[in-house]
């Protein structure tokens, strides 16, 4: 069954202020872009059902090698198509935006920014409790990943951020 239930895009509006449509987004693209990189937050909007967010990388969750990257300046160019892409409701929604193959920021379906930071706070101590293993390492872009295996060796979660302290926020199961 198909979820009719509208998102509560004024829990997000609260949070992070009005949304930008995507024109004047393509016009300020620099400086949002900035914005990201010292962590704000600024959320896209395309016929005002479609959100987006542009967000600093330390709020994308997981590893980051293997998702899709797109130059920042391919990104202003098809801003609103990504937009339309990634606010589909059974996609993960997310594309990495690097600058000189570097990623700098990240584009998200602005619903993943629901997720309360509170509830995944306690994601490692559970795996810890449940007797998983958390090893630490440089990531392949700079940062450290956070990969979190069962007592079999599977891997359970995963995680990256700038510091210890994001990766292990960031795991997720």
Same mark, same amino acid.
């Given at each position: 069954m198909?979820?009719?239930e %509208?998102?509560? &895009?004024g829990?997000?509006?609260?949070r &992070?202020? /009005?949304? @930008?449509g995507v024109e004047d $987004?393509r $016009?300020?693209?620099g400086?949002?872009?900035?914005?990201a990189?010292?962590?704000? @937050? !600024?959320?896209?909007?395309?016929?005002?059902?479609?959100?987006?967010a542009?967000? %600093?990388?330390?709020?994308?969750?997981? @590893?980051?090698s293997?998702l899709?990257?797109?130059p920042l300046? !391919?990104?202003?160019a098809k801003?609103?198509?990504? @937009?339309?892409?990634?606010?589909? %409701? &059974?996609?993960e929604?997310?594309?990495?935006?690097?600058?000189?193959r570097?990623?700098? /920021? $990240?584009?998200?379906? /602005?619903?993943?920014?629901?997720?309360?930071?509170?509830?995944?706070?306690?994601v490692? *101590?559970?795996?810890?409790? *449940?007797?998983h293993?958390?090893?630490? $390492?440089?990531? %392949?872009?700079?940062?450290?990943?956070?990969i979190?295996?069962?007592?079999d060796?599977?891997?359970s979660?995963?995680?990256a951020?700038?510091?210890?302290a994001e990766a292990?926020?960031?795991? *997720?199961?």
């Open positions: 198909i979820n009719t %509208p998102l509560p &895009y829990e997000l509006e609260a &992070y202020g /009005a949304p @930008v $987004a $016009a300020r693209w400086s949002l872009v900035r914005a990189g010292d962590g704000a @937050v !600024t959320l896209i909007t395309r016929e005002r059902w479609e959100w987006a542009l967000v %600093p990388l330390s709020q994308v969750s997981g @590893v980051l293997g899709p990257v797109l300046s !391919t990104a202003r801003l609103g198509d990504l @937009v339309r892409q990634i606010a589909q %409701p &059974y996609d929604g997310l594309v990495l935006l690097a600058r000189h570097r990623p700098v /920021a $990240a584009l998200v379906a /602005a619903r993943r920014l629901l997720v309360r930071p509170a509830a995944r706070r306690q490692a *101590e559970a795996l810890l409790s *449940e007797g293993t958390i090893t630490l $390492a440089s990531g %392949p872009l700079g940062g450290v990943t956070a979190a295996r069962d007592r060796g599977g891997v979660a995963t995680g951020g700038d510091t210890v292990l926020r960031s795991l *997720e199961e």
